[in-house]
């Protein structure tokens, strides 16, 4: 089975500062893999997705991801954060049987 | 994303009560999908259903029934609704057709159970 383990349920960091959110998985096979965002009382909008083409994966609002499979990471970055940065992000995973599996989520909080 | 859509948006209903939460789709995708989302729990999947005549339970469906009424419209039902069925509720689709097949959430209905 698949699964993905998100290492902070809160990231807090100041405006213009880098933004690292930390995803680890765990699958049997080549994983497809995602980042959506959450932001307060919004449905889930895709940030960008792995599908083992480039490891390196560009998304939208300046956000990317890097695929290590040495360290089974899909961690997800943005160089300056915004303040509409704010929400919650998820790690999710597709299995073989097309079924999502979702991370706990991480609250992303952005100072002035 | 608004080729999704969820009715209600908002729901209070009381502990007994049978409720249907609605979802319809103008992307014309074949699959639809419902989740609940608690407070650290991400998103768990209660039903989906690959086209009109397919239906299958998610990893809680226990408590809930759903109607594949065409292949635009999605709904869940709550046969008896309970206190811990209070959550956040998502209506996705997808296409299998497109890479990675991505999935399209509605704007969710909150549900509280009293």
């Known amino acids: 089975a698949q699964s993905v383990t998100q290492l902070d349920s809160h990231v807090s960091v100041s405006e213009g500062t880098p933004v690292l959110l930390r995803c680890n998985y765990s699958s049997s096979y080549s994983p497809s893999l995602f980042w959506y965002v959450q932001h307060p009382n919004k449905g889930l909008q895709l940030l960008l997705k792995y599908t083992s083409a480039a490891t390196l994966v560009k998304g939208i609002n300046g956000f990317e991801a890097e695929f290590k499979k040495s360290e089974t990471s899909f961690h997800l970055t943005k160089p300056s954060a915004h303040m509409s940065d704010a929400a919650e992000y998820f790690c999710v995973v597709r299995g073989n049987d097309y079924k999502l599996s979702f991370g706990a989520g991480t609250t992303v909080t952005v100072r002035a | 994303d608004a080729d999704v859509t969820q009715t209600p948006r908002n729901r209070i209903t009381k502990t007994g009560k049978r409720i249907m939460l609605e979802c319809s789709q103008t992307k014309g995708h074949d699959r639809m999908y419902w989740y609940r989302q608690d407070p650290g729990l991400g998103l768990r999947l209660i039903y989906y259903s690959f086209d009109v005549k397919d239906i299958n339970k998610g990893e809680i469906s226990d408590g809930y029934s759903v109607s594949r009424q065409a292949q635009a419209k999605f709904s869940l039902s709550l046969e008896s609704a309970i206190p811990n069925q209070t959550a956040l509720y998502f209506c996705?689709?997808?296409?299998?057709?497109?890479?990675?097949?991505?999935?399209?959430f509605g704007p969710g209905t909150r549900l509280l159970v009293l």
């Open positions: 996705a689709t997808s296409d299998p057709r497109q890479g990675a097949e991505t999935q399209y």
